[in-house]
């Protein structure tokens, strides 16, 4: 969005600045529009965790002993809290260090739009994207491997807290990392490396009972190992607990922790966040 395109829907017909939940509308509703513009972009976005899934799904498909459940049917829930880290905390350290790099930060701050507004628009998203990536994957886990949906409310119950959390967390550390990327090139490396490691300590690509266990004490501290644990106790039978690192889904403590992550991430984002790069001070 123009500088002039931004203080012109800033105010409505009798000059009235509208409110930051609005102006987040317009803006989510513009982001959304602007992200499937970009068709190599939604097609990387989408189809990464489901190409993903495939590959790993055909290579391990043998039930695991003990558990009640295959392989392929591991790694379901495991690439949905890929793709929606993928979708928030990758998505988000990358596109707002470049617009930060191309001046476009800059020139938002100089609108009479509030800063709220940018983040609710980033917000909404995330949101779009990372619900549009679960149903994707909950389709093709569905239909080809098996996965069946939860028949209680409670299970849905836990799915939607353990969703909103872990994409709030993942989404709040994305604008957080934003700001470590010295320019728009260096971007993808920064945010995509950290990314790429947690997810092999976090139980998406290699099956939590076969990872070392001072790995998985690493991968605790962060939120996506919480998030695949989580969906996993939503859409695996409760025979597959025993795989677990505690033996149990741990629910009350996925919460505390994608809890406590989001309001560490915001405190990172309010120490952090930079509208000018370093060069412009």
Not at 44 to 64: E, K, Y
Request: hydrophobic share 50%; with cysteine.
């Amino acid at each position: 969005m123009t500088t002039t395109a931004v203080r012109t829907c800033t105010a409505d017909a009798a000059g009235r600045l509208p409110g930051a939940w609005a102006l987040g509308l317009h803006r989510g509703v513009l982001e959304i529009k602007q992200f499937f513009r970009q068709r190599e972009q939604v097609v990387f976005t989408f189809a990464f965790p489901v190409v993903f899934l495939f590959l790993f799904a055909s290579i391990f498909h043998d039930a695991v002993r003990g558990s009640g459940v295959t392989a392929s049917q591991l790694y379901v829930p495991a690439m949905m809290a890929s793709g929606i880290m993928s979708t928030s905390f990758q998505s988000l350290g990358i596109s707002i260090a470049v617009e930060r790099d191309e001046k476009v930060l800059r020139r938002l701050r100089g609108t009479p739009m509030p800063p709220t507004a940018y983040f609710l628009g980033k917000i909404w998203l995330v949101l779009f994207t990372g619900v549009l990536e679960t149903a994707i994957l909950l389709l093709v886990g569905t239909t080809v491997y098996g996965v069946h949906l939860p028949s209680e409310a409670g299970k849905w119950f836990d799915f939607g807290w353990i969703f909103v959390l872990g994409l709030t967390a993942c989404a709040l550390l994305g604008i957080a990392i934003s700001s470590v990327p010295r320019s728009a090139k260096s971007a993808s490396s920064v945010v995509v490396l950290p990314f790429l490691v947690v997810q092999f300590i976090s139980g998406v690509y290699i099956s939590v009972d076969n990872i070392p266990g001072w790995m998985l004490n690493i991968g605790a501290l962060f939120p996506l190992k919480w998030l695949c644990q989580g969906l996993r106790g939503v859409f695996l039978p409760d025979s597959a607990k025993v795989l677990e690192q505690a033996g149990s889904w741990e629910f009350g403590r996925i919460a505390l922790v994608l809890a406590a992550w989001c309001v560490g991430g915001l405190a990172l984002c309010l120490l952090t966040f930079r509208w000018k790069d370093r060069r412009g001070g």
